[in-house]
């Protein structure tokens, strides 16, 4: 986009119309619709911004307004980057704001509390925020901390669905220390960021072989390289962006999908697609790719994935993997069912479940207490591999 003063631009277009006396701007933008309601906020704070900055300039005796920068600018979800605002006046309180809208519209924010330094500026890299989201030395605050803007509709997840476009968050700065009704305040400047899960040069391809759904996601380079089979929760459906990381920090990783109506089929016709066969094919599949090497395959589980992972590193003859990596999960599972029924066992307790002051559910007694019975729990003990639970 370029923008101009009226008065510099009625010379060249007579579309730009202003009144004497009136400033206004001229936008020269292509945006998609979906990106138009995001744009016309920022540019209103923008504005905002601009006609503070004479006033901030004034009792700063400088001749610029305050200035935000984040490096690198682009990069991936998990590379840190510095944050500084430079321009302030000396011990001055300001709170750092970041904002991201995600695919679904909904609004997600994170804030910091700061005091410049004697040069007015802040570091969020060296400077501890005294309150917000979060407190302390965080230079990744504004973004992990990260929680639905008030308002939003409940029960939201913070999750990147297209792995081929970038997160966008803007981080702004405000003139003391504020909690809330960041729409209604002026920023004194903005800053931003794209954060991606796909690397430049990672390879992605929809998978559908030998009856396995799911998305591969290769380094850039000739390989070998290790490899993740990469399984999500009952939530169901394919998950890419986990996988999209790895591949970014040089592993091969394949997305399965397996908990959806693709992959289940009818459990009452023994379909195999809800056996340990499902699994076990799209371990050959990764094992067998030219780009991989095969001696170093993982599997990698969260929540009732970490169920899958376990089963398999224990009683399947075909997956033996390097290592294995469960996130959130339980050994306690009937080892001798199908992934179906597995989950049928677990929703025989559902009674148990328990919610905390934020509603937040919690599911760990439905897996208690531990079963004595050696058929349904796994034999951890039988794990030949590295083993990692989180």
């Known amino acids: 986009s370029t923008h101009r003063a009226c008065g510099q631009e009625q010379a060249r277009s007579k579309k730009a119309v202003s009144r004497p006396g009136q400033e206004c701007l001229l936008i020269k933008i292509s945006i998609t619709s979906a990106a138009a309601r995001t744009f016309i906020t920022h540019l209103h704070r923008q504005t905002q911004a601009w ?18 920068t984040i490096q690198p ?54 400077d501890v925020s005294l309150g917000g989201s979060y407190d302390g030395l965080e230079p990744m605050g504004l973004l992990w901390s990260m929680k639905p803007a008030p ?58 072989q030998d009856g396995v759904l799911g998305t591969l996601f290769v380094p850039p380079g000739p390989g070998p390289f290790p490899a993740v089979l990469d399984m999500w929760g009952g939530g169901g459906g394919l998950v890419e962006y986990r996988s999209a990381l790895l ?19 009818n459990a009452s016709e023994k379909n195999p697609l809800t056996g340990n066969e499902y699994f076990e094919a799209a371990f050959i599949i990764l094992k067998e790719h030219p780009q991989v090497a095969s001696e170093r395959v993982a599997l990698l589980g969260l929540s009732f994935g970490t169920s899958v992972a376990l089963g398999m590193a224990v009683y399947s003859s075909v997956i033996q993997p390097s290592c294995v990596v469960c996130i959130s999960g339980s ?41 004595t019975d050696p058929n349904k729990k796994v034999d951890l003990g039988r794990i030949k591999c590295p083993l990692l639970l989180i």
């Open 51 to 68: 006609s503070i900055c004479t006033s901030t300039m004034a009792m700063a005796g400088k001749g610029s307004c305050p200035l935000i």
């Open 73 to 126: 600018s682009r990069g991936l979800i998990d590379e840190k980057f510095q944050i500084t605002v430079k321009n302030l006046l000396p011990g001055q309180a300001v709170t750092l704001h970041s904002l991201t809208q995600s695919e679904d519209s909904d609004f997600w924010e994170a804030f910091g509390h700061y005091v410049s330094d004697g040069k007015g500026t802040v570091k969020v890299a060296e």
């Open 151 to 208: 308002g939003s509709r409940p029960g939201l997840r913070f999750r990147k669905k297209d792995v081929n476009t970038p997160l966008v968050m803007r981080i702004y700065v405000y003139k003391g220390h504020m909690r809330d009704g960041f729409n209604a305040e002026s920023a004194l400047a903005c800053a931003v960021t794209e954060r991606s899960y796909m690397a430049p040069g990672v390879r992605r391809t929809e998978i559908s």
């Open 247 to 265: 591949a970014s920090h040089g592993f091969v990783s394949l997305a399965l999908e397996y908990f959806s109506s693709r992959t289940m089929g």
């Open 331 to 371: 050994h306690v599972q009937p080892v001798k069912e199908s992934i179906s029924g597995v989950f049928a066992e677990f929703g025989k307790n559902v009674h148990k479940t328990r919610y905390d002051e934020n509603n937040y559910v919690i599911w760990r007694d439905l897996l208690l207490p531990i079963p």
